[in-house]
């Protein structure tokens, strides 16, 4: 029997993705929509590349009954985000696109996000939701959090490595690109056509991006001790992909190995031949990773690059993954379409 | 049992699409694919997006049995499929995405597209692709034409406006934009990205692009006396989509009505409401047609715009759904994608 | 002895525009930049590719002293515009780029902007500023009014055509494509990067275009009679750059020899071979304007096509030519600069 | 009285972008233009940007007569240079915008391009065009060999630390963007529209760009022993703009310090208060560069970025900086022209 869904937020990106890809989910039904603001709307309304579709409309949360429902996404900006959690059942399914219950630890949530959080216990009971790495936590979590988009990218070319000691963990620096649908349809004037096209440019240089929090947190409990990486995002002239330069010191041959041999069986983890490079562009609008290593002309250095598409694997299509797997669902259920190109 | 399909010009633009449409549709399994050129090649080297199938390699058409092919898609250059497809076994049911059989006439052929045609019997059983007014006749027909995509877009506008005597036909003028990928993969010097991006401009101006053939063609078949009409594409920055804004004199509300009716039951085909506008937008990538009808301040005029993905409803889209048709299946199957946003 | 020139509303497009001209003009110099909400930083805080000038700091209006200056442009919002002219001294020329002075009867600004004008002194006096065809005015007026910039590439294509009598006044349809810079800085959700590119869509359809009030007005006087035309806007993914494509009945070849023979002299108004059809892509970040003209296939029937850049020769450009008039300066000083291609 | 100018290779990206500077030029004027394939055509066909600027017709190389002409710039692919140089009169001066006179050592030219160096005197003379480290050789050399564009960006943010002895000369890490005029006009299946736009992807990764010879080359003369980096290039969906982000260890403030110190008099190089990031937004079409320090959160390590246009600073507007000082003219003639933006 086809699962309940309910996507909070779909007013946003991640909330249309949601919608997008479970609209041809073998086993998924949409049952309630939320936007505050927008509430009343129909979905098509907002989003008219959505308007074939029968859905819902747009409500309040307030307005939703929850009994019925199996899952529930929560695509809500962070903050907002774990008030209206802290008051969901507590016998719902829930997983989470925000940044709120990313990182384990109260004070470094606080030290990065700038707020104290309000909603403690559902922090400690929150699941990590980079699939590949806690499938089987995530297969009984009841609440799990959607990892951050640059947070995943790098996490993919980087935690087989750590784990294996194949990198010198003081030296590692991932320089990444990022389409603008990362920052969300927030109106700023840099994410305007006028200002994001024909051009490119580094932001939070120096180790301010928000999204170090769950590089740190991770990378520091795989190798059981503080690992601090350098990371400078870029944003781009294009509205998805993200791709990520990493530059690491240890044997290039043994680091595309143990990526290999960690993703051998991995359904959208793309392992590309020693030597070649990929692009977003061969990940548009679909869940699949694309990894490459290269051996730099300078003895023991390797460098990784890993694209994929922000919105889908690194956003709303790992969350629909993680929902399969909550809701005891194939984990490739709905997420097989191939990557839009040209 | 899943049928079994094969691919003719798998390396260009519109191969690759049917290739990704296929690769999740339900009762059909892609058993081979040609490309002359690139012969031996996997798919994934040509095209990396498609890196995650398991497809066969790509090999010369020569070397194909199609003994076991339920039906072949020839996405070749016009010209070269009209001789391809001549040779091809009469049992075979043939999708053709050129231009070689869409003009009934072969006079007709001739003028627009400057070489005698070489395949008059094809030519004659050919039917002409446009599914919504072909039907009937695609599901027998052994040999189906696709459209240009300029063609598609215009006719879904006025095919049921000039049968129903709604708009006066010696005043009407089809100004159409149109996204880069609708040139296909050839080099050339416009198509660089250096030179198509941040700008636009007409091309084929005058009433010489090719697609007016069938746009003779088809409408006076139905108004029963010659229609011709203006047309100018423009070459946007941008890879897909097709809008066309269609100035044309008669009732604007007769003519949302004439429309509104004709296409109530068609699943592709989006009619919003009175005085709504589509974009290409909320089409990409998706088999969805979107259009809107708006009154001029001038009494008696009306503007009709449609919008439409080229390379999926504009050509692969359409390609597949008239497989589904003359193969038995579901007219929709692996066309439901929602469109890609943003 | 160089011009003292002020910019109010030097935090927008135009204004930027303004300064980027101005910085090379042999004659002028900037001393004073207005901005109210951004008074106290620097241009090049707000604008840096501005940052290697030195310029003087954004102020608020009130804190200018315009007793030394010779002429202020006004590149601030409509209705604000007018509020603010009708307070500056009546010794000071203006060009205004507003739309507030391009209409010069009061009832139909009101029919198109909604608001009654309150400056109606200003508003007889101004002197519209379509350059080649007031020139004489320009030179001794106070006030100029810019014109808007799809309303003068309309024009450009036109009003010899009018003047002459070469063309049917009630079978003009001009179909225009715009980069999203005509729209502003404002933060509006269609502008963003992923709402803008990658797509295309007509707006204001129907005759609902404000600048159809200055086409109304000059045809009209032109023609000493009523004319209306259909006019459609597309927003293109684009930042700078028109081209209209227009329609109108009468010999292709006497249309052609009428604009070349009224332009032969026009330092900025590039005509065409006949035949020849200009695009965005060739007057980027210029002053020039390109003109083609091609025969329908219809007898009859004329193609015009007339392409710039809407942030110089449809808006600052044109201002500057303006100004440099009315100063008794060379007509084309500071705008001699090549299109940037690619 | 105005110097005479040859361009050889107009037809090219750089070849117009001369022409487009030249063209406001106040002491320069165009004499000859060639275009080997395009001999016989007028400039304004071949780049219909340029069609309003009265110019010589493009010729062969052989129909040139060089001896009224007093500096030639060269604009022709590597390899082809070097032949036609090396048959230039010995009093001609010369701008090379090739890559054959940039390496001072025959072995190393061999190495990196995979041909033999055949014009060995020239090599010999030819200086190094980095205007602002090589000013004064530049001033009386005959022969000036621009640079590549990515190692002028990237010598830019790092010479003068190296020379200061600022930076650990082991672990330089130079992660490159650039738009795709950098490959010039070239057709190249990645260079179309629809394969470059909506993604981004690193290319020669690991150490083979040829851009890294200059780098080498420069790079340990400074040191005086033997410097190499790590330099990975990206090809971003853009026209113009490099932006190098390059990641250092030495302390941060001394780094911003000493470019800071090293370019306070320099007309181009903008250096950007601490902790600032340029953006090729801003340097577009202009011969400025931008250049910013930031501090990483881990200490002793810094980011210097990078922007400048490609085709300008990087290649045709350093090439004339150049030749400004070879004729004896005021350094910055003709390129004071600010950035267009948006």
Redesign the interface.
């Known amino acids: 029997m086809s699962k309940s869904i309910a996507i909070l937020g779909a007013s946003g990106?991640t909330g249309?993705e949601l919608?997008?890809l479970i609209?041809?989910h073998p086993d998924m039904t949409l049952t309630a929509l939320s936007a505050e603001r927008k509430a009343g709307l129909a979905m098509g309304d907002v989003?008219?590349?959505?308007?074939?579709?029968d859905l819902p409309k747009l409500v309040k949360i307030d307005e939703i009954d929850f009994s019925d429902v199996d899952l529930c996404f929560c695509a809500l900006p962070h903050k907002t985000s774990q008030d209206v959690i802290a008051k969901l059942p507590e016998s719902l399914k829930i997983v989470d696109l925000s940044a709120d219950f990313r990182l384990r630890d109260a004070a470094a949530y606080e030290a990065w996000y700038g707020n104290p959080h309000t909603a403690l216990a559902q922090q400690q009971e929150a699941v990590y939701g980079l699939t590949e790495f806690y499938r089987e936590q995530i297969k009984t979590a009841r609440l799990v959090a959607g990892t951050g988009c640059n947070a995943a990218t790098g996490q993919y070319a980087l935690r087989p490595l750590i784990e294996a000691g194949a990198i010198d963990l003081d030296e590692i620096?991932i320089?990444l690109?990022t389409?603008?649908?990362g920052a969300g349809?927030a109106?700023?004037?840099n994410?305007?056509?006028?200002?994001?096209?024909?051009?490119?440019?580094?932001?939070a240089?120096?180790?301010?991006h928000r999204h170090?929090g769950e590089f740190d947190q991770e990378f520091s409990a795989i190798a059981g001790r503080e690992v601090?990486v350098?990371f400078?995002p870029?944003l781009?002239?294009?509205?998805?992909?993200i791709?990520a330069?990493i530059?690491v010191k240890g044997d290039p041959q043994i680091v595309h190995d143990t990526l290999s041999t960690a993703y051998e069986d991995e359904p959208?983890l793309?392992m590309l031949p020693f030597?070649s490079?990929?692009?977003?562009?061969?990940?548009?609008?679909?869940n699949?990773a694309?990894l490459g290593v290269?051996?730099?002309?300078?003895d023991g250095?390797a460098?990784i690059?890993c694209?994929l598409d922000n919105l889908t694997k690194g956003s709303s299509g790992q969350a629909l993954q993680n929902a399969n797997l909550m809701l005891g669902l194939e984990e490739t259920a709905g997420l097989?379409?191939?990557?839009?190109?040209?």
């Open positions: 990106y249309a919608v997008r609209s041809t989003f008219p590349h959505l308007r074939h579709l620096i320089d690109k389409g603008v649908s349809r109106l700023k004037e994410l305007l056509h006028a200002e994001a096209s024909e051009g490119a440019a580094p932001y240089v120096g180790g301010t170090l601090k350098q400078t870029h781009l002239p294009m509205n998805r992909g791709v330069t530059y959208f793309e030597g490079v990929p692009s977003t562009h061969h990940t548009r609008g679909s699949f694309h290269t051996a730099d002309r300078i250095r460098i690059v694209a097989m379409l191939a990557p839009l190109f040209p």
